[in-house]
């Protein structure tokens, strides 16, 4: 499971975006591609705490994900060189330094995530987003150089004043044995679990009691967050034992709840989040394996959901199985479809009249060929410029351009005709896309090359030598 | 083909200051160029079902070109065209199987039955988890559709 779980993490973040567009922000890809698949030494830039760096590469890769944002590099960078000693070969996904310089401390940002960590309580009442460690760039300033067993508290205070900046949610719980209340005593460990878990505004005040609550599913990730060490949250190999189960699944209920909530996610474009925290249900095995099966579920679930909305008439179905048969049947369709039409456009093609082109040209074009005929271009090449012709507006310039050379003899002016096509060619050049000026030099060149062989073909059928000057 | 993929003359661009490229008009833009050039071939004796697979190679090729190497299908079908043009080109029979770490169909029990069909259809579903399956099924529907409605309008401008 673990294992399975590792390679969908890169997918994890994609599915940060998912809700956002089907195309994928390449930016966003490149930079989650780099979270994960970069090792951790890079990230040592200058020495500093170890297990805050730990903390703050996750916040680094949450940055990074964000991609919007903009920070100071030097915190990050603090925090980022400490991570060495015992974190670095437990976290081999750390983003690299210079992906951390988008990276925005401001409250602003932690009133964000407070707001994206906003559970749509419908679908998730249980998850959490970890975006305290944001939080951390502000902390990290202040404390300086910490030892490790420093971390919790650095990870208090760090948690205090994202609860401040959020105003009183739950979080205040975590903070309280920073600030000495004893609402959760719970020990370092379990404090680091607690705030991962805190880490987003929940905006519930039951939340407080949960914790408490679920203390004993807490004490599952706790204990593994015991047994590596200061090894925590962080995109972690497979190799890792429970405890990077416990980060893995709760990075992919982190997933499936960015997923889940609509609202959140609006106002924040990329989420923060490189591991995710699930909390077991009310009722609900709290094993591990069952909570990385059921983000997976609901991973696969928004996945169908789309392609729902893709298949033309599946509203009415209802059900996994149908809609996967469905889906077969659409994407079938459409390649017989395309084999179809190309069967079509085969027989169609060699009586095809390019005069009637313009005509045929989508208003996509339009903008690809605007400029060929803005240009003025010579009477020659009107053979050539008509497949790059886009609207119906100029349609009429380029016939009357086209029907002049049938009015020219053809033995006389062949070659001038040729080399004035390519001489129009040339000055094209400027005006086409590259591929475009690849395919018209190279059907000049060919047709060059037909001059000696096709003159004596060409008595007075100018309409042969013009298909072969088109396209 | 290959003379889409070489940027290295990419020195003129697009003059249009508004110039957008959005993903229909490339893909329009490349398979208009794509019919040009098999029409180009056409006084060569081309049979209707020889030009038939080189049309549809070349709407599988504009799909795969446009959507680049932004999924996985479209990296999976580029790597198809250029192993089967290579082939055709040097007439070579040997087909190097490249090495991806599957699982095959019976370790994945989790899946619905239908799932194998899927990865057949989708162009590198074979290697592919069933999430990130649906994820890239979703995708190469809409360009098979954009490339179907591009198809059918030239036909229809053409038979009119």
């Known amino acids: 499971m673990n294992c399975g779980e590792s390679s969908e993490m890169p997918h994890c973040f994609l599915n940060l975006n998912w809700d956002q567009s089907i195309d994928p922000n390449s930016q966003l890809d490149s930079a989650l591609n780099s979270i994960v698949s970069s090792p951790a030494p890079n990230l040592i830039s200058q020495p500093e705490i170890s297990p805050q760096s730990h903390y703050i590469s996750t916040n680094g890769t949450i940055g990074t994900s964000t991609g919007s944002l903009t920070s100071p590099p030097p915190e990050l960078n603090l ?37 994206l960590s906003c559970f749509d309580g419908q679908n998730y009442p249980g998850f959490i987003t970890q975006f305290d460690l944001t939080s951390i760039k502000d902390k990290r300033p202040e404390t300086g150089l910490l030892g490790g067993g420093q971390v919790t508290q650095l990870l208090d205070k760090a948690q205090l004043g994202f609860n401040n900046a959020v105003n009183g949610h739950d979080e205040s719980s975590v903070s309280d044995p920073v600030s000495g209340s004893g609402q959760i005593g719970l020990p370092g460990p379990s404090d680091i679990g607690v705030r ?45 034992p429970n405890g ?92 017989r479809q395309v084999e179809f039409l190309s069967m079509k456009l085969a027989t169609v093609n060699p009586q095809l009249d390019f005069n009637n082109l313009p005509s045929l040209l989508t208003k996509d074009m339009q903008q690809a060929c605007a400029p060929l005929l803005n240009s003025s271009f010579p009477l020659d090449t009107s053979g050539l410029a008509l497949p790059f012709t886009n609207s119906q507006q100029q349609a009429n310039p380029l ?3 086209s029907s002049s050379p049938s009015s020219v003899d053809p033995h006389n002016t062949m070659h001038p005709f040729f080399n004035a096509i390519t001489d129009a060619a040339s000055q094209l050049g400027a005006f086409w896309h590259d591929d475009l000026q690849n395919v018209v030099q190279m059907d000049i060149r060919q047709n060059q090359e037909e001059i000696p062989v096709s003159s004596q073909a060409f008595n007075g059928t100018i309409q042969q030598a013009h298909m072969k000057m088109e396209l | 083909m290959d003379q889409f993929m070489d940027r ?89 199987r490249r090495v991806r770490i599957v699982t095959p169909a019976m370790s994945r029990p989790e899946e619905p039955a239908r799932a194998e069909t899927l990865r057949r259809l989708v162009p590198g579903g074979k290697s592919m988890e069933y999430c990130n399956l649906l994820e890239e099924t979703a995708d190469y529907m809409q360009c098979l559709r954009s490339q179907v409605q591009l198809m059918q309008s030239l036909v229809d401008a053409f038979s009119s």
């Open chain 2, 8 to 96: 290295k003359n990419y020195t003129h661009r697009n003059p249009n200051p508004n110039y957008t490229p959005n993903y229909n008009s490339m893909q329009s833009l490349r398979f208009i160029q794509a019919l040009a050039r098999i029409n180009r071939a056409a006084p060569k004796p081309t049979t209707p079902s020889r030009r038939t697979k080189q049309i549809r190679r070349a709407a599988y090729a504009s799909m795969a070109y446009t959507s680049g190497s932004r999924h996985n299908w479209s990296r999976a079908l580029l790597i198809r065209l250029r192993q089967r043009q290579r082939l055709r080109s040097l007439r070579l029979l040997t087909v190097r």
């Open chain 1, 196 to 240: 991962k878990r805190k880490a987003s505004a929940k905006g519930k005040g039951k939340e407080t009691q949960k914790v408490s609550e679920d203390k004993g599913s807490d004490t599952k990730r706790c204990k593994s967050v015991e047994s590596n060490g200061t090894q925590e949250e962080g995109i972690k190999p497979k190799s890792e």
């Open chain 1, 244 to 335: 990077s189960v416990s980060t893995g699944t709760t990075e992919k209920g982190n997933g499936a709840k960015s997923k889940g909530k609509d609202t959140g996610t609006k106002q924040l474009p990329e989420p923060p989040k490189d591991y995710i925290h699930v909390r077991a249900r009310r009722g609900e095995a709290t094993d591990s394996h069952s909570l990385a099966e059921r983000v997976r579920r609901e991973k696969i679930s928004q996945r169908m959901k789309l392609l729902q909305d893709l298949v033309p008439g599946c509203n009415k179905v209802v059900g996994k199985a149908v809609m996967l048969d469905e889906i077969i049947n659409y994407v079938q369709s459409l390649q």
């Open chain 1, 79 to 115: 925090s980022m060189g400490g991570g060495r000693a015992g974190l670095m070969p437990m976290l081999p996904n750390l983003v690299p330094m210079n992906h951390i310089d988008q990276f925005q401390p401001d409250s602003s940002f932690t009133q964000r995530a407070a707001r």
């Open chain 1, 399 to 401: 016939h009357f351009v």
